[in-house]
C-alpha cells in the first residue's frame, strides 16, 4: 500500500478484508481482517505487476486491491482444505 501510513493501512486492510469477509461468506475477527486486506492488497499488485506491469495507487486502489487480494486469498485457503 504505497504513499500511505500506517495506521490508514491498518484501516484500508481492515475494511478491504472485512468486505472480502462478508463477500466470500467466511467468518474471521478483526485481526485476519486486517491481515487478509494488507496481505491481499500485496499479492493483487505484485499479479497486476507481473501481468500488466502496473500497480494501484491511491485509498481507493488500495481498498480495491486488497478486496480482491483478500478474496483471492480466502479462496485459495479453501482450495487447500478442500472446501471450494
Known amino acids: 500500500m504505497n504513499g500511505i501510513g500506517w495506521i490508514l493501512t491498518i484501516i484500508i486492510g ?11 461468506k467466511s467468518d474471521m475477527g478483526i485481526i485476519m481482517n486486517i491481515i487478509l486486506g494488507i496481505v491481499g492488497a500485496i499479492v493483487f499488485n505484485f499479479l497486476l505487476a507481473l501481468i ?11 481498498l480495491v486491491a486488497g478486496f480482491i487480494g483478500a478474496c483471492l486469498l480466502i479462496w485459495i485457503a479453501r482450495l487447500i482444505k478442500g472446501r471450494a
Do not use: V, Y
Open 14 to 24: 481492515g475494511l478491504a478484508g472485512w468486505l472480502a469477509e462478508q463477500f466470500m
Open 52 to 62: 500488466l506491469g502496473t500497480a494501484t495507487t491511491g485509498i481507493i486502489g488500495s
